[in-house]
């Protein structure tokens, strides 16, 4: 406790006369509570959901993310050789979303198709439909917001004229988008358009090889140049259906 010296005046007090007794202090006011712990801003976190295309080092992820602005966190949940269906069925979504995305970036189809057997194919207009809508249902349900990312197209060539491939599972996209209205990020078509352009050589620049130094003959992964290349493109689709989030699109 604080002590607080009385002075008292006795001069010209007779002899036995009584002192009175000094009124009480005023108690010393309570100290300030603690200023109650400011919350910092929530970060928003992105998470990818797909297959080898769009996963780090095969893919057009690590640019994207790369892009997105430095207090925004990214997390990508691909995984080399999955489907639609494959991915759901080993855990794989539930474990993406359990990483509490603010939003879910979802692409599959590259191993969709028919050949891959009945551990990863989906029929467009059934089956993988409907796992895209099960994927934007549970991803609304906890609070994220589910965006649909067309299949990155294979870069194919037939006597110089690109082969587009992957536009059966980019319109079920775009339809169940349309349908549920989810945000759909076109990759598909504006991938296509651009090898459209190009010529074979051209396009197998951005072959993913073994050695960075060298394109490969893989003409499904992406090396380092076609990360750069795509993952720039998903970044502008997604800042333009998205202002408020900062993306370098550059």
């Known amino acids: 406790m604080k002590t607080i010296a009385l002075a008292l005046a006795l001069s010209g007090m007779s002899l036995g006369q009584t002192v009175p007794a000094p009124t009480p202090a005023s108690p010393a ?8 712990a400011i919350p910092l801003p929530k970060t928003t976190r ?3 959901a797909g297959d080898s295309t769009v996963n780090h080092t095969t ?12 207090d925004v966190e990214c997390f990508n949940s691909s995984r080399n050789g999955r489907s639609a269906k494959s991915y759901r069925e080993q855990g794989l979504w539930n474990r993406a979303l359990a990483l509490h995305p603010d939003y879910i970036l979802i692409q599959f189809g590259a191993n969709d198709g028919p050949g891959k057997g009945p551990l990863l194919e989906t029929i467009p207009e059934t ?10 249902r549970e ?23 690109h082969v587009r491939t992957l536009e059966d599972y980019a319109a079920a996209m775009r339809k169940v988008g349309k349908e549920t209205d989810t945000v759909v990020l076109d990759l598909n078509a504006e991938a296509n358009a651009l090898l459209d352009s190009m010529t074979e050589d051209q396009a197998h620049e951005f072959n993913y090889s073994f050695d960075p130094t060298k394109p490969g003959r893989d003409t499904t992964h992406l090396n380092w140049k076609g990360d750069s290349l795509f993952g720039a493109m998903v970044a502008r689709e997604f800042a333009a259906a998205f202002p408020t989030m900062k993306v370098n699109t550059q």
Request: proline residues 7%.
């Open 46 to 48: 992105v998470v990818l």
């Open 59 to 70: 893919g057009w992820g690590s640019a994207f993310c790369e892009r997105l602005a430095s």
């Open 127 to 136: 089956t993988f439909s409907d796992f895209m809508r099960d994927d934007i």
């Open 139 to 161: 991803a609304r349900a906890i609070g994220a917001i589910p965006v649909l990312v067309t299949p990155l197209p294979q870069r194919n060539y037939k006597d110089g004229k």
């Open 29 to 36: 006011a309570a100290p300030a509570t603690a200023t109650a």
